[in-house]
């Protein structure tokens, strides 16, 4: 499942790519995709020129010059991939956006994806994006914002950072070597997590995202020209890699349940400990 690095580098190159292109047709087909009737989609977004691309958490916001928003969400793994022309098409996808040069892009959903349209007015209000907290790729995103979220909070820190209304992007995947490296089980509460272990988790959090990035987002991910990326399990710590020996201390690393999700974790190094 594609998670912050994937997403930001899948929208850079969406933007790089399609920024002002003019839509010709959207084809839907699946209509549970969407969130209005497919005609609707197609006579509002006939025409209209693509002025910027960006990301919100794991959402894709695509922004029209007639004041219209493509709202693309991944969900559970999808591929989005571009066409220079009519005959290199993908045989299998969901949603197609044709361009008036015959470029384009196909959506391919392996489940929960969604492709939406939101006027001006309406994208502040929302539901699948309005409450997304900013990133740790946002510049705002500093210690001292991390800290200032953090404060009078009592969740267990998993969830806390799970939560896509605390800190937008963060998934499963890369939570795993996030807490690892930050030497904290993801049962413990944030209230007994003193200062200098939020510094650490801070970094953990920009160094593990920033490494990803930096090799190109994660290998089994396909970016918006089908290339994979370079992050493969060898760069992972402890995520998937249960009955494997710690890197830190040799410990075998354990599966454990963390609410609807599993983390692996290191029992030595990630002990749960009351202060």
């Given at each position: 499942m594609a998670e912050l690095p994937e997403i930001t580098k899948l929208a850079g190159q969406m933007k790089d790519t399609?920024?002002?292109?003019?839509?010709?047709?959207?084809t839907v087909l699946q209509e549970k995709c969407a969130n209005i009737a497919v005609d609707e989609f197609q006579d509002r977004t006939a025409g209209a020129k693509i002025t910027d691309v960006y990301n919100k958490g794991k959402w894709i916001i695509t922004s029209l010059d007639n004041g219209e928003y493509i709202l693309l969400s991944l969900g559970m793994g999808a591929d989005v991939l571009y066409f220079d022309s009519v005959n290199n098409v993908p045989?299998?996808?969901?949603?197609?956006?044709?361009?008036?040069d015959d470029t384009g892009y196909t959506?391919?959903?392996?489940?929960?994806?969604?492709?939406?349209?939101?006027?001006?007015?309406?994208?502040?209000?929302?539901?699948n994006t309005k409450d997304i907290a900013i990133d740790p790729f946002d510049e705002r995103f500093?210690?001292?914002?991390?800290?200032?979220?953090?404060?009078?909070?009592?969740?267990?820190?998993?969830?806390?950072?799970?939560?896509?209304?605390?800190?937008?992007?963060?998934g499963n995947m890369y939570m795993h070597d996030i807490l690892f490296k930050a030497k904290l089980h993801p049962h413990k509460k944030i209230s007994e997590i003193d200062e200098d272990e939020i510094k650490h988790l801070y970094k953990s959090i920009m160094e593990v995202l920033a490494l990803?990035?930096?090799?190109?987002?994660?290998?089994?991910?396909?970016?918006?020209?089908?290339?994979?990326?370079?992050?493969?399990?060898?760069?992972?710590?402890?995520?998937?890699?249960?009955?494997?020996?710690?890197?830190?201390?040799?410990?075998?690393?354990?599966?454990?349940?963390?609410?609807?999700?599993?983390?692996?974790?290191?029992?030595?190094?990630?002990?749960?400990?009351?202060k």
């Open positions: 399609l920024r002002g292109k003019s839509i010709k047709n959207i045989d299998k996808y969901q949603v197609k956006v044709l361009f008036a959506a391919r959903f392996w489940w929960f994806g969604k492709f939406l349209l939101v006027s001006a007015n309406g994208l502040a209000s929302e539901p500093t210690l001292e914002y991390f800290m200032s979220i953090l404060r009078g909070k009592k969740t267990q820190i998993k969830a806390f950072l799970m939560e896509q209304k605390n800190v937008g992007g963060i990803s990035r930096e090799k190109g987002a994660f290998a089994y991910e396909n970016d918006f020209f089908g290339r994979k990326g370079g992050y493969t399990m060898d760069y992972f710590l402890v995520g998937y890699k249960e009955n494997q020996p710690c890197p830190v201390c040799g410990e075998s690393i354990i599966l454990i349940k963390t609410g609807s999700t599993s983390t692996f974790i290191c029992p030595a190094c990630q002990k749960l400990m009351n």
